[in-house]
């Protein structure tokens, strides 16, 4: 079983076995067509294609959510067995490489009640770098039987977010990259700045330069001063990410607070850092 980070040769070993599931996450915020462009002209073979905002996401209310709220746990459980997975499946998400997109699944997964599920270090990028087999056919879609079992207990709701900013108690955190923490450059999000109390500690350090994986000491070193936490970022998408690394570093898991930023600001009375 895989339930952190699988490496691309030990993927490569499992391409058309049984009770294997594929996602492609491939996702670009300057143009969110250009992810399934990409997949439809190449792709692992046996992948369905995973969209951020219409597969990943729910709907977005105007002043009330952030950019990516959850979807209701019916719909994603219906979109899941479109795509014909089962409750026995090995689940494998990637992305164009640095993994904070298909974090995002990796977590829906999990908070599903579906461990058997990781993250192909280095994603598309190692994949090809590799030359590992692609293919730009189209999974078909199907049906299957899978059933979620919600844990709500990974979800960090707003109070609990309040109640950690204003006690400043070091157990609130933002995977954002740091120019953005600070405020100095904003381009999603129509207010700059953190939530207070928050510290920084962007997703992509638990990377090397060439996007792959720190070792698990490493990684832990980052968040060993960690209890009880929880994470957020922009859209509680890339804090998914500092979240695998917890798990992956065998440290405790924190919880998600899935509207993050974007949804903190929609609250004039909340305070900016």
């Given at each position: 079983?895989f ?27 300057d143009d ?12 692992i ?93 189209r ?7 899978f ?8 979800v960090?709701?707003?109070?609990l ?24 450059n ?17 997703f ?20 060993a ?11 509680g998408v ?36």
């Amino acid at each position: 079983m895989f339930d952190t980070i699988i490496h691309a040769q030990d993927l490569a070993q499992l391409i058309g076995r049984d009770q294997l599931s594929i996602f492609d996450c491939r996702s670009f915020n300057d143009d969110k067509s250009k992810g399934r462009k990409l997949y439809d002209e190449s792709h692992i073979p046996g992948a369905s294609y995973a969209h951020l905002e219409n597969d990943l996401s729910g709907e977005i209310i105007a002043g009330v959510t952030g950019r990516h709220p959850l979807p209701a746990e019916e719909d994603f459980e219906k979109w899941l067995c479109s795509r014909c997975v089962s409750n026995d499946d090995q689940i494998i998400v990637y992305d164009q490489h640095h993994g904070g997109i298909a974090a995002r699944l990796w977590w829906m997964m999990n908070w599903v009640g579906h461990k058997n599920v990781a993250v192909l270090n280095g994603g598309w990028s190692e994949w090809i770098k590799q030359d590992l087999p692609v293919s730009s056919e189209r999974v078909q879609g199907c049906s299957s039987d899978f059933k979620s079992h919600i844990n709500t207990g990974m979800v960090a709701p707003l109070d609990l977010v309040e109640k950690y900013s204003e006690e400043r108690n070091d157990n609130l955190t933002d995977a954002r990259a740091n120019m953005r923490y600070h405020g100095i450059n904003e381009p999603l999000d129509p207010v700059g700045g953190h939530i207070p109390g928050a510290d920084s500690k962007q997703f992509i350090d638990n990377l090397t330069e060439q996007n792959l994986w720190k070792s698990k000491d490493e990684v832990g070193e980052r968040f060993a001063d960690k209890e009880n936490g929880i994470m957020y970022c922009g859209s509680g998408v890339t804090a998914c990410h500092n979240i695998l690394a917890h798990k992956y570093a065998g440290l405790e898991v924190p919880l998600l607070y899935p509207g993050s930023w974007s949804e903190w600001i929609t609250d004039p009375e909340h305070q900016i850092g």
